[in-house]
């Protein structure tokens, strides 16, 4: 486990490196929208994997806005559930990363039933229109919780 974090640690450092060729300023501005392509890990009974996109729109630096939708169950309904989110994020300039918290609130159209979740995750910006993003979710149900985890690309 040690060794894993390790990697990932060092992959995180060397791939901030690669990124620094652009300007920080440049890759988190304020009037950000950007298109979210997803894999998902659903920590149910089932244990479930699936795929979502999403779009989102920062207002400022810091603060933004989105909708997401993902898909686990290819023998249920078309579109699993829809969620609003509200991001708070924190550029690191010369990282090129930016943690983030989120907040969201949905409907799972299966299920019949409406969904809080909050959250966490960071993002590394490549170049200004590319970069790669994963987070967790805690997912508060009427009757249940479930855990989310994401990871993905972000394109502006």
């Known amino acids: 486990m040690k060794r894993t974090l390790l990697l990932i640690g060092l992959a995180i450092v060397g791939l901030a490196h690669f990124a620094s060729r652009c300007e920080a300023s440049e890759l988190f501005p304020p009037k950000d929208s950007n298109l979210r392509v997803f894999g998902t890990y659903l920590d149910q009974a089932d244990k479930q994997w699936g795929g979502g996109l999403g779009l989102d729109y920062f207002v400022t630096t810091w603060a933004g806005i989105g909708l997401s939708t993902h898909l686990e169950d290819i023998e249920g309904t078309a579109v699993d559930n829809l969620a609003s989110e509200l ?3 924190m550029p690191l300039e010369k990282l090129h990363l ?6 969201a609130v949905g409907y799972e159209f299966g ?3 409406w969904f809080q979740a909050v959250g966490g995750g960071v993002e590394l910006r490549f170049k200004k229109r590319f970069g790669i ?5 805690y997912v508060f149900h009427e009757d249940y919780d479930d855990n989310v985890i994401r990871a993905g690309i972000r394109i502006r």
């Open 133 to 137: 993003f994963a987070d967790y979710q």
């Open 111 to 113: 299920n019949q039933k």
């Open 87 to 89: 991001y708070l994020r």
């Open 98 to 103: 930016a943690p983030y918290a989120v907040g």
